[in-house]
């Protein structure tokens, strides 16, 4: 199977496996695990924070920094198809008890002009703003790179309100590659930022939630709130760290794939593409006659996986485990599928 519905399919390599089985281990919720001791410092020396704390989700990651940002019954201004807002199940109203306040855009990407018209003063009829969430790359929006002068501008008037800017980094690896520009420049303003070893960088489990010192140490104690305190978790750091040196290197492949598999949509009749900037497809089928699920099933029959994201959208994400030739049997398999539907009319 070529699997393009998301670059959380990886497997883990082989240097991954042995470092895995050879790691050294102890218990990480007495903070003995060394393996977890050296991610957690490596990871807070990437993102350029004083401390950073190993998660097994992006979910629990996101969850935690926002708690952590905010008081409960204020709001967090997000971008109308962020992932906290659509994709992890109510957490930030489960766990935090705050109110998503979501910005709508054409690109993901969020600027403070967007932002400040929707900014809750404290007030007899308010829940207040409490923080901000940028999610880079954006995933919905099909891989989009926040500019770093927009981010900043960003976390300079947040600040000077006394509000906190949590960056969904899942990908931020992904922005590093296609910006130029390093995790820790890229985060060097935002209070917190998640990244995910599990996505792009390869790593079969894992994420790091980085930011100041006094906040990672209070995080620490609600991921054991969340049932997320995991004992000799040295056998998974392991593969984390491997993945923060490895995992970027292959990136640029990954981005060049997604481009050409871009191309390639944007010849085939009744497909309209967005444009691609990291390792997310996403594109409007519409115009073809069919559903985003009757491709998906088409598709699977001819050996390529790929997923719907609404009624007319569908995504393809490239990854360390497919390779251009895939890629190109994906996009040879659409055009088959297409072209069924045209013999049927
Ligand atoms: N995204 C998954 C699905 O949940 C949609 C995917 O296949 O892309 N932030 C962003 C931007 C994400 O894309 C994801 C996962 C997460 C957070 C959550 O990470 P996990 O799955 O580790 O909880």
Known sequence: MIDLRSDTVTKPTAA???????????????????????????????A??????????????NTIALKLLTGHGQEVICDSRAHILDWELSMLAWFSGCLARPVATDDGVLTWDRIKAHLRPFGPHNAPTAAIELENTHNMAGGRVYPQHVIDEICDEAHSLGLAVHMDGARVFN??????????????????????????????VGSMLAGPRSLIDKGRLLRKR?????????????????????????????????GFIAKRLSEMEGIRVNPVETNIVIFDVSATGLT????????????????????????????????????????DNLEEVLSRRLLHQ
């Open 226 to 258: 969340l049932g997320g305190g995991m004992r000799q978790a040295g056998v998974l750091a392991a593969a984390g760290l491997i993945a923060l040196e490895e995992g970027p290197r292959a990136l640029q492949t990954d981005h060049a794939n997604a």
């Open 16 to 46: 991954m496996r042995q470092a895995m089985a050879e790691a050294e281990v102890g218990d990480d919720v007495y903070r003995e695990d060394p393996t977890v001791n050296l991610l957690e410092q490596r990871a807070a020396e990437i």
């Open 175 to 204: 922005a590093e590659a296609a910006s130029g520009r390093a995790v820790r420049e890229i985060a060097r303003n935002v209070d917190t930022i998640m990244f995910c070893l599990s996505k792009a960088l390869g790593a079969p």
């Open 292 to 331: 985003p699920r009757d491709i998906s099933i088409a598709l699977k029959a001819s050996g390529v996986l790929m997923n719907g994201v609404n009624e007319q959208l569908m995504r393809a994400v490239t990854h360390h485990d497919v390779s251009h030739a895939d890629c190109a049997t994906a996009m």
């Open 48 to 61: 350029g924070k004083e401390a950073s704390l190993f998660v097994p989700t992006g979910t629990m990651g």
